[in-house]
């Protein structure tokens, strides 16, 4: 149904993005997302967790949209960009 074009360079990414990925793919294919504003699910954020350090998840995400995404080097660099401004406005509330 989809086509999940991320097994490209899924080892490179550590299995990091992979659900990132899959969301990437959806809109693709539907074309539009809608946003669930309640709270499904809680989770914590563990010091030391791969994901808990942005610095080094700016390189893995740069690879995803040029490698899975087939971006341009200006466009990888502006989605990184929005990115990380949005895990800053999230995470510094």
């Known amino acids: ?14 299995s ?3 659900n ?3 969301f990437v793919d959806v809109i693709n294919v539907e074309g539009i997302a809608y946003g669930n504003p309640k709270v499904l699910a809680k989770y914590r954020i563990r010091r030391g967790a791969l994901t808990s350090n942005k610095k080094k998840l700016i390189v893995k995400h740069y690879k995803f949209y ?3 995404s087939n971006q341009n080097i200006i466009k ?5 960009g929005k990115w990380a401004i949005n895990g800053l406005i999230k ?3």
């Open 66 to 68: 040029r490698n899975v």
């Open 76 to 80: 990888s660099s502006i989605s990184v």
């Open 16 to 18: 990091l993005l992979d």
């Open 1 to 14: 149904m989809f086509n999940l074009n991320f097994t490209i360079c899924q080892e490179e990414l550590n």
């Open 20 to 22: 990132y990925a899959f």
């Open 91 to 93: 995470y510094n509330k």
